[in-house]
């Protein structure tokens, strides 16, 4: 059953220090998305990636998130320095270039202290 | 992509259909509707998106109004692994655009199931 895989599952970290999530997209699958929910913003979308090339980062706070795709098999997001108002569940998605369907992962909780 | 409205909360007994409105008055000529859900502690579900023309697969139904203003989810046979949060999103189509995939997701509907 193929899925999205996001490590780590669960991450603290202490404000100043550097996080960097991945993804594993489903095989195949040429875009890739990055969401973050929280209680007061709900699902946002961060980045996302078409063949491996950024398409939109607007939602990113540029001055510490960055984006990328070293390769069609793993997407990172990284954060530097961290900070409290980062704390979120950082979803990854997929999708196929013909399709309509994007799959997401379970997400990376992250609680920065 | 067009805005939707959806009410915040529902309640629905086990076994019985739910059924979830959204609203989506602005939506454009080939604008798709789509539904996700999230479970607790989960990453959002595809459950089924539509164009015109009811849907309906393994999971649900997807009923959209003749003039594509509104549609409803209907989970025919409701189970306690059903309550979750079911967001209703219209969204352009193409693959080749720039903005294919962006789902924007709003609040949603928080569905209980109930015994």
């Known amino acids: 059953d193929a899925r999205v895989t996001q490590t780590p599952r669960h991450k603290v970290t202490e404000m100043g220090q550097e996080v960097t999530m991945r993804c594993q997209p489903i095989?195949?699958?040429?875009?890739v998305f990055w969401y973050r929910q929280t209680m007061m913003q709900g699902l946002e979308l961060l980045a996302y990636f078409r063949n491996r090339a950024p398409l939109d980062d607007s939602g990113m706070p540029k001055d510490r998130f960055s984006a990328e795709m070293p390769d069609a098999t793993l997407a990172t997001l990284k954060i530097q320095p961290s900070e409290p108002r980062d704390s979120a569940v950082y979803f990854c998605a997929s999708g196929p270039l013909i399709g309509n369907t994007i799959y997401f992962g379970e997400g990376s909780w992250l609680t920065v202290v | 992509d067009a805005k939707t409205t959806q009410p915040p909360s529902m309640d629905c007994a086990e076994g019985r259909a739910a059924n979830l409105p959204c609203n989506h008055s602005?939506?454009?000529?080939?604008?798709?509707v789509y539904w996700y859900r999230q479970i607790h502690s989960q990453g959002p579900q595809y459950i089924i998106h539509g164009l015109k023309n009811n849907e309906t697969n393994e999971m649900a139904s997807l009923i959209i109004t003749e003039d594509r203003k509104s549609s409803t989810l209907i989970l025919p046979h409701a189970t306690l692994r059903d309550t979750a949060v079911y967001y209703c999103?219209?969204?352009?189509?193409?693959?080749?655009?720039?903005?294919?995939?962006?789902?924007?997701f709003g609040q949603g509907t928080i569905l209980t199931v109930h015994p």
């Open positions: 999103i219209v969204r352009a189509p193409g693959a080749g655009g720039t903005s294919y995939g962006k789902l924007t």
């Open positions: 602005t939506i454009s000529g080939n604008e798709y």
């Open positions: 095989l195949g699958h040429n875009t």
